[in-house]
């Protein structure tokens, strides 16, 4: 037995041994997360077209991007359990080494300068600190209490808070809202959640004091951005007219008017949607999405049927995160949420952003890769 063992392994052919780190996607998925890339590239094609570098840059990120999450597609859930711990500490540290030491830059201390380059650490903790709750209720399966779910909101607090402080209410909400979710699937009472929501609400008055000036502006400008339309109000206005303007149809690819007379500030990051919208319309953004209604739908899928509980809580956690990305993002641009700074996944242009998505969507296709605890 074992010398025919033996020489079935020498059989083997390349394609046999390699093929294990080649087919790691999931096909629907990554179909779905295809066609939303090729709308991103016509669309920053056209938002770039005087803006030299942009478009070659968004081409780099989108490479990177595919890369790391072919390396964490490959990565077996086992090992991001093992690393959830010294990342999410990692992660803190910095971010204390910032507040510490940290680089201002337009009013914003975010930075760390490690000689040959900035990070921005706070990017990391996207990743680390819903790694981190699901690698602590896996632990605690089967014997948790009401004080497991307190210790785990002291873990997101203290990611958080850091954040805020620098601050980057952006960044802050995309940390809060992923590791919120990891508590919600973790099984956290509805009567608690009704109970939190309504102490938030009561406490709106003391969150507003302590907001920082910059804050309370983008507050006042998303009730009523006609006060100031030359200044704080002019993104949301221009933003609401290159949507309003493209219609059912859309003016034509190329064609968008507010987005080549320059009139649409960040019109490659942020506001990418409203290029889109001038130029594809109403249709256009519906079928914007229903790929992204595709790609959270299958994510809740494998998030399902994950083989462990910290997989399935991983799993919940990075698609309710997409989510949380695409729903910030086009209510600001339509002006209904205020200005903070989330992109639109896989269409806006940004290097860290999208190296992070690419992470994320990694590690679902590798909980999917491994949703069965015996593997045939």
């Known amino acids: 037995m074992i010398g025919t063992s033996a020489a079935s392994m020498e059989r083997r052919t390349p394609w046999e041994m390699v093929r294990r780190y080649v087919l790691v996607f999931d096909g629907s ?53 093992r690393l959830a711990v010294p990342l999410y500490v990692a992660g803190v540290a910095l971010l204390v080494a910032v507040d510490l030491f940290g680089i201002i830059n337009k009013g914003a201390q975010r930075w760390l300068d490690i000689g040959v380059t900035r990070i921005q650490p706070s990017e990391l903790l996207k990743i680390a600190t819903p790694l981190m709750l699901a690698w602590y209720f896996n632990q605690r399966e089967g014997m948790l ?27 802050s909400i995309l940390v809060l809202a992923a590791g919120a979710y990891v508590i919600f699937f973790a099984g956290l ?46 993104h949301i206005i221009q933003s609401m007219i290159a949507v309003g303007s493209g219609g059912l149809t859309g003016k034509g690819w190329m064609q968008g008017t507010q987005t080549h007379l320059e009139f649409i500030p960040e019109r490659t990051t942020d506001f990418i949607l409203a290029v889109y919208a001038e130029e594809f319309g109403m249709l256009g953004i519906g079928v914007l999405m229903l790929l992204y209604l ?38 600001m641009v339509i002006g209904v ?35 069965t605890l015996v593997q045939t």
């Open 29 to 81: 998925l990554l179909v779905a997360m295809g066609l939303v890339v090729l709308i991103s590239v016509a669309t920053m094609y056209s938002a770039a077209f005087d803006y030299p570098g942009r478009f070659n840059g968004h081409f780099r990120n989108l490479g990177i991007a595919f890369g790391v999450m072919w390396v964490a597609a490959i990565v077996p859930p086992a090992v991001l359990m």
């Open 145 to 171: 209490r009401w004080g497991d779910f307190l210790v785990a909101t002291v873990l997101l607090a203290v990611p958080v808070g850091l954040i805020a402080k620098q601050p980057d209410l952006g960044t």
């Open 189 to 234: 009472s509805w009567k608690v959640i009704i109970g939190l929501v309504t102490a938030a609400v009561a406490a709106l008055p003391v969150l507003w004091s302590v907001l920082h000036d910059y804050q309370r502006q983008r507050v006042m400008t998303l009730i009523d951005p006609t006060v100031d339309p030359l200044g704080k109000g002019f």
């Open 294 to 331: 595709a790609i959270i739908s299958r994510g809740l899928v494998i998030s399902g049927s994950g083989a462990t509980l910290f997989g399935r809580l991983l799993a919940g956690s990075i698609t309710m995160s997409f989510f949380t990305y695409c729903f910030v993002n086009m209510g």
């Open 337 to 371: 949420l205020p200005v903070v700074g989330v992109p639109l996944p896989w269409m806006s242009y940004g290097g860290t952003a999208m190296v992070t998505l690419g992470i994320g969507a990694g590690m679902l296709m590798s909980i999917h890769r491994h949703r």
